[in-house]
């Protein structure tokens, strides 16, 4: 059993930052990717950036520069530095793990960008 608990998401300004976290628990394999994605009302859920156990770090273009996502492998952890939000960025943001053949979602937080 994996459980994924995200957590930081809420309500910033245009030009802002937030922090996201989201940490796993349970049965978790040494070797796996964790990632963040979004869905948007009316949108598809899309990626935002993965990272690897070993540091490896993946972005979506729209987010290069302006989002950093980083993990802590003791704490079973992964975050997303938010930087510069604009209003496209508002979207409920979901936490994956992939392990084995497996993936697993968190529950999901809302960022809101509005002024």
């Known amino acids: 059993q994996v459980q994924l608990v995200e957590s930081g998401g809420g309500l910033v300004q245009p030009g802002g930052s937030l922090r996201l976290s989201c940490a796993a628990s349970?049965?978790?394999?040494?070797?796996?990717?964790m990632g963040w994605y979004r869905q948007a009302p009316g949108n598809e859920r899309e990626l935002v950036a993965t990272i690897t156990s070993g540091g490896f770090t993946n972005y979506a273009d729209a987010m290069k520069g302006r989002f950093t996502i980083s993990r802590d492998n003791a704490k079973n952890t992964v975050y997303l530095q938010m930087n510069k939000v604009k209003p496209e960025d508002t979207a409920v943001y979901y936490c994956?793990?992939?392990?084995?053949?497996?993936?697993?979602w968190g529950q999901g937080t809302q960022v809101t960008v509005s002024s």
């Open positions: 349970g049965s978790i394999f040494s070797i796996n990717v």
């Open positions: 994956k793990l992939f392990q084995g053949a497996q993936g697993y």
